[in-house]
């Protein structure tokens, strides 16, 4: 079953926008939470990760919010531009790395 | 340089036969994975390796076959190839176990695309 579950499938947003993603999972033994971007023709990059500790994490305008109650995670891009337009992926890790699962991507459009 | 590696970066062959990608990473990880990324661009996690030794083995046909020479190598081989073996397969790392805990962060290479027609 799928272990993570990621939503929307696909997001058109103006550039200057908010972009909003998120993912839920069932597993409590997870206690790593990367989200990861990829471009066409490239591997994934670690964009940001938080740990169930706390409930956000900022990097720049990047920002994941944590909810540990709810097994739900979110990252939010603030001011979208177009050179975020690119395929996003959260993703759940524990058990020291002998788990880890992606969601199902998210593509990302940003219109100018 | 480029941290992690794979080489061929283009794999097109036709069903049955065997064929190996490989992986190289510089940056002194500890721990290797293989992962497929379907044309849906689901990714899955088949292998890691730490220290040159199996620590997941998803639910992948025993055709794939890890290998990892030394902590900077893990390389995929695969016998027999069926068409459902198109995909991009990519190798990551990640440094593993440190004194103060498990690092996860993982680190991709470009990617091979693999075609079995």
């Known amino acids: 079953q799928q272990q993570v579950k990621q939503s929307p499938q696909s997001l058109i947003v103006q550039k200057g926008g908010i972009s909003i993603i998120n993912c839920a999972y069932e597993?409590?033994?997870?206690?790593?939470f990367p989200w990861y971007q990829q471009f066409p023709g490239k591997g994934p990059a670690l964009l940001i990760a938080?740990?169930?500790?706390?409930s956000e994490k900022k990097e720049g305008r990047f920002t994941i919010s944590f909810n540990k109650s709810a097994k739900q995670f979110s990252l939010h891009i603030m001011d979208s531009q177009p050179g975020d337009s690119a395929t996003y992926f959260c993703?759940?890790?524990?058990?020291?790395?002998?788990?880890?699962?992606f969601g199902t991507g998210t593509s990302l459009t940003v219109i100018p | 340089d480029t941290a992690v590696s794979q080489t061929p970066k283009y794999l097109v062959t036709q069903m049955g036969n065997d064929k190996s990608i490989k992986c190289e990473q510089n940056?002194?990880?500890?721990?290797m994975y293989w992962y497929k990324q379907d044309s849906k661009k689901f990714l899955k996690i088949m292998f890691s390796?730490?220290?040159?030794?199996?620590?997941i083995n998803e639910t992948v046909p025993n055709r794939f076959s890890p290998k990892s020479p030394d902590k900077a190598h893990l390389n995929l081989h695969i016998n027999s190839l069926e068409l459902g073996d198109s995909a991009v397969y990519f190798c990551?790392?990640?440094?593993?176990?440190?004194?103060?805990?498990?690092?996860?962060?993982?680190?991709f290479g470009p990617g091979t695309r693999l075609t079995v027609t």
């Open positions: 993703a759940a890790s524990g058990n020291t790395g002998n788990q880890f699962y």
């Open positions: 390796y730490n220290n040159k030794e199996l620590i």
């Open positions: 597993n409590t033994a997870f206690d790593y």
């Open positions: 938080i740990r169930p500790d706390v």
């Open positions: 940056l002194g990880h500890d721990t």
């Open positions: 990551a790392s990640s440094q593993g176990f440190l004194a103060g805990g498990f690092s996860y962060e993982q680190y």
